[in-house]
T-cell receptor
Framework: KAGVTQTPRYLIKTRGQQVTLSCSPI?????VSWYQQTPGQGLQFLFEYFSETQRNKGNFPGRFSGRQFSNSRSEMNVSTLELGDSALYLCASSLVGGILYTEAFFGQGTRLTVV | AQSVTQPDIHITVSEGASLELRCNYSYGATPYLFWYVQSPGQGLQLLLKYFSGDTLVQGIKGFEAEFKRSQSSFNLRKPSVHWSDAAEYFCAVGPSGNQGGKLIFGQGTELSVKP
């Protein structure tokens, strides 16, 4: 079956602009999580959506937001981009419901460069 | 606070030699534990996971890991390393129960393989 699909793979934006990244989870997966990966900070959790509701949130400023649609696809938005937002943004989907948890499957990521 | 520590930032081993990557975690409850591998510019691939039961778990590509509760460790091992194993390896701890899909990652260990 198809894996997690992230689009676009690469983006170059200018400081102050905003950007929207997309993630299509594995069919049937209802949880989508987003992570930021940088050389200095490593992999950091941004937020998780489950059934169109944000269930968990990491320690990122309000410029980072997301949403999930009824088909479980998710988008992540970053407004007023800063140079420090340059990173690989990874999306992960998992089959989560109630007390059931399965492993997270990751997409290839979107490489965002802010200039 | 929950945390994951990978003490070795970079390890170099000769092809055919054995490998052990260390991972220590701090977590209040019994955690779900994972090892992921990442090739340059790519997403994360799950190598193996521990949820409960047998403390020695087998994964893909000939990897195994052992959960030691008394030492709060989940070290990754491989008896004979191949050149294609060169990559970055991440240990992660996940929530138990119904706390959603948030993963906490270690800083990663970069593995180089000498011919």
């Amino acid at each position: 079956k198809a894996g997690v699909t992230q689009t676009p793979r690469y983006l170059i934006k200018t400081r102050g602009q905003q950007v929207t990244l997309s993630c299509s989870p594995i069919s049937g997966h209802r949880s989508v999580s987003w992570y930021q990966q940088t050389p200095g900070q490593g992999l950091q959790f941004l937020f998780e959506y489950f059934s169109e509701t944000q269930r968990n949130k990491g320690n990122f400023p309000g410029r980072f937001s997301g949403r999930q649609f009824s088909n479980s696809r998710s988008e992540m938005n970053v407004s007023t981009l800063e140079l420090g937002d340059s990173a690989l943004y990874l999306c992960a989907s998992s089959l989560v419901g109630g007390i059931l948890y399965t492993e997270a499957f990751f997409g290839q990521g979107t490489r965002l460069t802010v200039v | 606070a929950q945390s994951v520590t990978q003490p070795d930032i970079h390890i170099t081993v000769s092809e055919g030699a054995s490998l052990e990557l260390r991972c220590n975690y701090s977590y209040g409850a019994t955690p779900y534990l994972f090892w992921y591998v990442q090739s340059p510019g790519q997403g994360l691939q799950l190598l193996l996971k521990y949820f409960s039961g047998d403390t020695l778990v087998q994964g893909i590509k000939g990897f195994e890991a052992e959960f030691k509760r008394s030492q709060s460790s989940f070290n990754l091992r491989k008896p004979s390393v191949h050149w294609s194993d060169a990559a970055e390896y991440f240990c992660a701890v996940g929530p138990s129960g119904n706390q959603g899909g948030k993963l906490i990652f270690g800083q990663g260990t970069e593995l180089s393989v000498k011919p």
